[in-house]
């Protein structure tokens, strides 16, 4: 008879405050991580403590969430630690103790118990997948291995600090028009739904045709009114619907990217955007130690755009047939002519890593540069666009009332 195996249920681990006494009835207290309160009770009374109180700290889903500047914290952290001689794993203790996040100071309490438990720094960070990327276990593999760790998390930290302000760049570049366009759709609805209506009963008093203008504002504002809602459900399911598509399919994904990457001023940004990237992990990584085609394939998943990636499977598939970077490169026809002879140069002279590094500077310079031309232009551009929305509608309204004070 077959066997049925369930799905183990996915423990929420909290951080829990207690206070207790001790055996010699001093008051005691600290912090605990576990699932429930019985377990904190449980531990506490096989330490000879009796409990007074215990309180859960975080919130109803857990630890919380770790974000990637806590990661480049911890990097920069141990890298700190290690250079001042601190063994590693009175390091991890340390550094655990000093962070905010209890989730990630959760972790780091794993990776400490999975040092002492004898695993080395790298393997302990390759059991968490979800916060320490390929190139992350890797780099700190190749520290260990050189004795070198120190530096290695230092040029980590360096890395992610870098490539965070980037992707902080293209953010402020795609999220400032969007705020710009939902500023301008909120205000005219707004008007729309709240303030027309009330001119509108006005202008039924007249008895007076109206001027077509004002007919055609009465009738958006009709519209409006009668199916807002429908129009802001449609948005949503809009927006839900492109996410689900481009998770489930990468043709459709892959169209969406290169449809970005197509967009006036903002396609420039992101396309340079991505290529700083690959050039800076690709450079960060090669330069650790790492060989060439495994530097690319962790290159590959930093560009965050979906024709770049699949470029970078064909360079490295090249580069793993013996071509040349720079001729596997231009053969895709994806990457600028400029990047493309600064890594022919780097190659010829045997200074590749150096090279991409100043491709990647050149490149986030372009977006910083680019990033603060379109804040620029898009101010005055907000004010010019709300001052036609708004005004329109403010004279449609006001023109059957100058109308008649010309009348008389």
């Known amino acids: 008879m077959a066997t049925l195996h369930k799905t183990p249920k996915r423990v929420v681990m909290h951080r829990w405050h207690w206070r207790g006494k001790n055996l010699r009835g001093e008051t005691v207290s600290g912090e605990l991580v576990a699932a429930d309160a019985t377990e904190v009770r449980k531990e506490l009374a096989r330490q000879k403590i009796i409990v007074k109180r215990v309180t859960r700290k975080t919130g109803l889903f857990g630890l919380g969430r770790i974000r990637s500047r806590d990661v480049t914290l911890f990097a920069r952290q141990m890298a700190t630690m290690i250079r001042a001689g601190i063994p590693l794993l009175q390091a991890c203790r340390v550094v655990a103790e000093t962070l905010k996040n209890p989730a990630m100071r959760n972790l780091v309490e794993n990776l400490a118990n999975d040092i002492s438990a004898g695993a080395s720094f790298s393997e302990a960070l390759s059991r968490h997948p979800a916060r320490f990327d390929r190139m992350f276990i890797a780099m700190v593999a190749a520290g260990e291995q050189a004795g070198a760790l120190d530096r290695m998390l ?24 969007t705020a710009v366009i939902a500023v301008g759709i909120g205000v005219t609805a707004l008007l729309l739904i709240k303030v027309v209506p009330q001119f509108e009963s006005l202008f039924a008093s007249f008895g007076a045709d109206l001027p077509a203008f004002t007919r055609m504002t009465i009738h958006l504002s009709e519209l409006a009114q009668a199916y807002w809602w429908q129009a802001i459900l449609a948005m949503i399911a809009a927006g839900f619907l492109l996410k689900h598509l481009a998770s489930r399919s990468d043709t459709f994904a892959y169209r969406l990217h290169a449809l970005l990457l197509r967009l006036p001023v903002l396609g420039n940004i992101v396309d340079k955007g991505s290529i700083a990237r690959f050039s800076r992990t690709l450079a960060t990584t090669f330069s650790a130690g790492i060989p060439l085609v495994e ?19 064909n360079i490295r598939e090249d580069v793993g ?25 780097g190659e010829e002279a045997g200074e590749l ?33 709300l001052g036609v929305l708004v005004g329109g509608l403010v004279t449609s309204m006001y023109l059957p009332i100058f109308q008649m004070g010309s009348a008389i």
């Open 295 to 313: 530097a690319l394939e962790t290159a590959t998943g930093a560009t965050g755009n979906r024709v770049h990636q699949r470029a970078l499977t």
């Open 353 to 385: 890593e150096t090279m991409l590094d100043k491709v990647a500077e050149f490149y986030e310079e372009e977006v910083d540069n680019q990033v603060d031309a379109l804040t620029s232009l898009l101010e005055p551009l907000i004010i010019v666009v």
């Open 154 to 177: 230092e040029r980590i930290a360096s890395y992610r600090e870098k490539i965070e302000t980037l992707k902080g760049r293209i953010r402020k570049a795609l999220y400032y028009p």
């Open 321 to 345: 047939n013996g071509q040349q970077l720079n001729f596997a490169m231009r053969r895709t026809r994806v990457f600028p002519i400029m990047a493309v002879q600064m890594v022919s140069i």
